[in-house]
């Protein structure tokens, strides 16, 4: 569907885009010397200019909550990297406390940054090195991408390992760090040309290892490229017929990816992966169990069996009963089930998740509901 609406001018080059939840999107571009951004309410039928920035150039934006709140980098002005927040879904935009003072002549690249939950924040650059902030912007702290000038994208696993997250960045060589990027190691890759874009998945606890360790990345060739050991070994998984891979991405939960080339073409996967039953003994009761663990920050795990196949629907409420997030809400075969939970853009707090079951065979002898408390604490 063409969404390009009224409120942006012909001329203005579009060169990256967010969206929030429901039909509120932004996207940012240029023209001339000036950079903007443009928010639509409508799914796009309408669009209206919410920044503008003399001999700016916006990089990237990430939606660092599904309501109202996400953040912009752009290339430096002034001797300042330009950086800044929204509250209110995009409407008004502020740099305060943002402050970051550009080396040299150092720029960054188009959807070279990254983010995690509300506050953890890499971008990229051209000065062997990316940035990291681990408090929303506040302050930065520079991490050396030694022996690689650029890094044209960045990525982050959604889930920290014992010592940190898990991420990659590349230019003409691939680095990888399992510290949160305080540490910046050479990985052997494969393929040729710059690397373009990151990606992988789930980033989602299962019982399937593969899946959760399985990456994927692409660079100036016609091959989307993958690991299943966490990038320690790559090969080419797909290979087009036409056209060069400019970037790839992913949903939240790193199950559905998406790489565009420099023919128009789109090349779609469906991660065979997602929640998998994690026992092959059929459970005699049904069960809800204590998430784990609990107090959490930011995820959590929640578990729970099915003696028949059924409906299945699992739903997280506040203290004061409203509805936060529906997790699950389809049909399941019987077996042992977990999924996770993260609540990374909720305040702390006491929550409740509740499981609803019904059965669907004729002799089912009654429907399953249970609901546990669980804390959220940051």
């Not at 885009?17 to 928010?39: K, P, Q, W």
């Not at 002034?78 to 150092?106: A, C, M």
């Not at 991405?249 to 073409?265: K, L, Q």
């Not at 204590?290 to 099915?306: G, K």
Request: net charge negative; charged share 15%; hydrophobic share 35%.
């Amino acid at each position: 569907t063409n969404a390009s609406g009224n409120g942006i001018p012909v001329a203005v080059q579009l060169i990256n885009i967010a969206a929030f939840y429901n039909d509120i999107a932004l996207t940012a571009g240029y023209l001339g010397t000036n950079t903007y951004v443009y928010r639509t309410s409508d799914g796009g039928a309408n669009w209206t200019q919410v920044f503008i920035q003399s001999n700016g150039f916006v990089d990237g934006i990430r939606i660092t909550s599904d309501t109202n709140s996400a953040f912009m980098m752009g290339d430096p002005v002034g001797g300042r990297w330009s950086l800044w927040k929204t509250t209110t879904g995009g409407i008004n935009w502020d740099s305060s406390g943002l402050y970051l003072p550009q080396v040299g002549t150092e720029a960054s690249w188009v959807n070279s940054i990254f983010d995690i939950g509300n506050d953890k924040i890499w971008f990229g650059t051209n000065n062997s090195r990316v940035y990291y902030s681990s408090n929303s912007g506040s302050s930065w702290a520079a991490q050396p991408t030694t022996g690689e000038l650029n890094s044209y994208a960045v990525w982050f696993c959604g889930l920290p390992d014992i010592v940190g997250y898990t991420g990659f960045t590349g230019g003409a060589t691939l680095l990888k760090t399992s510290n949160s990027g305080t540490n910046w190691l050479s990985q052997t890759s494969t393929g040729a040309g710059n690397f373009g874009g990151f990606s992988g998945g789930p980033n989602i606890i299962t019982s399937n290892a593969a899946g959760y360790l399985i990456r994927f990345y692409v660079r100036s060739d016609n091959k989307i490229y993958t690991s299943t050991n966490n990038g320690s070994n790559w090969t080419a998984d797909y290979t087009a017929t036409a056209g060069t891979y400019r970037y790839l991405a992913s949903d939240f939960n790193g199950t559905h990816f998406w790489a565009v080339r420099t023919n128009g073409g789109i090349s779609y996967l469906d991660l065979p992966v997602a929640i998998s039953n994690a026992e092959n003994q059929i459970p005699l009761v049904y069960s809800l169990s204590q998430n784990y663990p609990n107090p959490f920050n930011p995820s959590t795990r929640i578990s729970f069996a099915l003696p028949k196949s059924n409906a299945v629907k699992l739903t997280i409420f506040d203290l004061a009963g409203k509805e936060v997030k529906i997790i699950l809400d389809e049909f399941k075969p019987a077996g042992s089930y977990e999924e996770i939970f993260d609540g990374s853009n909720l305040p702390s707090g006491i929550y409740f998740y509740k499981l609803e079951v019904k059965g669907v065979s004729t002799d089912a002898e009654e429907n399953f509901v249970s609901s546990k408390k669980m804390i959220l604490i940051k």
